[in-house]
């Protein structure tokens, strides 16, 4: 059974830091892009982050390049997003997605996490 677990959210003061965690199981991890999405009340879920699979390639959005880091530890089935100068527009639940095919790594997933809160205070 597929499973992908985020952690890490929580509260944070604008310009701070947080990590976001996601564990993989049920998959052969190393064989799959992951990424990060999210999606703020009232709006359509966005790309974040992206990490591809073998070399490991990175690709952000715009609204996060600089900010955020996006890495993944095939070791241990996990994908992490490193999260600094934080914003209230940050605000969103965030989820971690699988990719099965390489290339246009905003969309075509296969498989989602649960999504877990991060809340930015101004």
């Known amino acids: 059974q597929v499973q992908l677990v985020e952690s890490g959210g929580g509260l944070v003061r604008a310009g701070g830091s947080l990590r976001l965690s996601c564990a993989a199981s049920g998959f052969t991890f190393e064989s799959y892009a992951m990424g990060w999405f999210r999606q703020a009340p009232g709006k359509e879920r966005e790309f974040v982050a992206a990490?591809?699979?073998?070399?490991?390639?990175?690709y952000y959005a715009d609204s996060v390049k600089g900010r955020f880091t996006i890495s993944r530890d095939n070791r241990k089935n996990t994908v992490y997003l490193q999260m600094s100068s934080l914003k209230p527009e940050d605000t969103a639940v965030y989820y971690c997605a699988a990719k099965a095919f390489a290339g246009n790594y905003e969309r075509n997933y296969n498989y989602w996490g649960q999504g877990a809160q991060v809340t930015v205070s101004s």
């Open positions: 990490v591809s699979r073998g070399v490991g390639s990175t």
